[in-house]
């Protein structure tokens, strides 16, 4: 039993001398030689070594089960290092370089099966150069420049498999001319940015044909024109001239304007629909698929059955019974100041 004590205590000491050992500080406060650190319950939070207080060399940080979580390996003693995380399961999650503990230069970043999913340039913590994003295959999915934390150069982005959109950013904002192509490499859209925001012509087509011609000016649209396919051939029709739009059978749509011209396009509702977007319509019935411009709208009727029917100026040549969604915007829209059915 006394042997027993004997061999503890002589433990006992042996730790408080290594653990002495370790952690040493000079008289000058700084931190010198081995350290290893612990939480509470004696798992390692970091093990490494220092010099006059500065970490040298490889400095391990631990998770709780004693998995590495953080190296970093010092090539300047407490300034600069190669920083590598790991996840719980050992794999890699980051790689690239701190100076004075900011990020620094080209850092990579890792998904737990070692695909490498984005690159991105770091000066002294700042988004500064090249940044790319990868898709599952390795394949590139959006290639982007930095200056100053904001994007600043040719932007580039994948859109399926062979389709991309790209443009230009001057301190965080679009400047010049935007393009989209589609995956048979054919234009999709067209337009022009200053400061950020759209401005001059924008363009937008299908299978090589110019469908949609927008005009804005520093973020405000102020027109925009929809190709209409007639008996009579192609149309230019401005969405501010639209009264109504309804899917006529398969295929055509009548197009109601505000002076009462009645235009069938040889082509469907969602075709039309789409070219004309919805920031001025709404739809009157879905199930009938019928859109009407919102400043069209009179209020509700009843026809000569004593059913609801949808008052527009000017009214169509058929009646429009609203569903329960239009029903509640017409409600909706009498208690707006800025209806056209508010008497200013």
Known sequence: MKRTILLLAAALMLTATSAVAQNKIDNQGRRQGHWIRTDKDGSKIYEGEFVDGLETGTFTYFYHDG???????????GKRCLHEAYDEQGHLLARGEYNQRNRHGLWKFYAEDGRLVKETSYNMGIKDGINVIYERNGDTAEVSHWLN???????????????????????GGLEGRLVEYNNDNQLVREGWYEGGLKHGDYKYFEDNTLTVKERWHHGNMNDREILLRLATGDQFVSIYDIACMAAQGKGKTIVLLKDNTRLVANESNEQVFNRAGDE????????????????CIQGIGKDKEGREILLLEPQPDFAIFPDEDALKMVHALQYDEHSPLIDN
Do not use: C, D
């Open 280 to 295: 001025l319509f709404a739809l009157a019935n879905r199930k009938s698929r019928i859109s009407v411009a919102r400043k």
């Open 149 to 171: 934390n904001h994007r600043h150069g040719r932007w580039w982005k994948r859109i399926g498999k062979n389709g991309f959109i790209t443009g230009n950013y001057v301190n």
């Open 67 to 77: 998995s590495v979580r953080i190296r970093n390996t010092y090539t300047e003693p």
